[in-house]
């Protein structure tokens, strides 16, 4: 089966870094995504991996290795609006999106 | 660009009655679009995939005659809760689909809180 694993619950400080790892087991890989979502709302695009490697965008990066099915997502001087949850989701083989449970982020003063 | 608008943002209603989602894009067609539902502290469940013109793709467990879909234009899709019970509550989001590949792949309307009482 697909299967996507990321940690149910994170706490951080503001101003500090915090990393949220996914692993994932899919049918083909065309890309994984990591998604915002805020309580309450849809998710927001936040990043796209397709090759190995890091990209980083602003104070969010993002790093895929597909040789081990990982990524993480890594969030630099944290602010109180980064309280969310932060889903990873991965585009199989028929271009459908597996999506995991999410990981709720809390940021605390 | 890419604007993707859905309502109602929120809506109680009683027990048996039907509600209408509406999701329409702003700026955009796509042929394709899907339906989401989130329960508390879960994923996102893919309940349906639509494509214009055509009867939507039920997921396993998804009930058709219970969430009908319509799908009418390449800028316009529907979802009817008919009969809804307290177990139907839960968020509803839409999304059309960009392309097959790359990062804008999805975009997302805001999502449809239902409670049912």
């Known amino acids: 089966g697909q299967n996507i694993d990321q940690p149910t619950e994170m706490t951080a400080t503001e101003g500090a870094i915090v990393q949220i790892n996914c692993t994932y087991q899919?049918?083909?890989?065309?890309?994984l995504f990591w998604y915002q979502q805020h309580a309450g709302e849809a998710p927001t695009f936040l990043s796209y991996?397709?090759l190995d490697g890091l990209e980083e965008k602003g104070r969010f990066s993002s790093f895929l290795s597909r040789s081990k099915g990982y990524s993480y997502l890594l969030l630099k001087e944290l602010q109180m609006k980064d309280s969310a949850s932060y889903l990873c989701a991965v585009l199989d083989s028929n271009y459908q999106l597996i999506w995991g449970a999410g990981t709720k982020l809390i940021i605390k003063p | 660009g890419a604007v993707v608008s859905q309502h109602p943002s929120w809506v109680i209603c009683k027990s048996g009655t039907s509600v209408k989602i509406e999701c329409r894009s702003l700026?955009?067609?796509?042929?394709?679009m899907f339906w989401y539902r989130q329960f508390p502290k879960q994923s996102l469940m893919l309940m349906a995939t639509?494509?214009?013109?055509?009867?939507?793709?039920?997921e396993q467990g998804v009930e058709k005659d219970k969430f009908l879909i319509n799908h009418a234009s390449l800028t316009l899709s529907t979802l009817t809760v008919t009969s809804a019970h307290p177990e139907d509550s839960s968020f509803y989001i839409c999304s059309f689909k960009l392309g097959d590949s790359g990062a804008n792949v999805l975009t997302f309307g805001a999502g449809s809180r239902l409670t049912v009482l």
């Open positions: 639509s494509n214009e013109g055509s009867k939507a793709t039920y």
């Open positions: 700026d955009f067609q796509a042929t394709t």
């Open positions: 991996n397709v």
């Open positions: 899919t049918s083909g890989f065309n890309g």
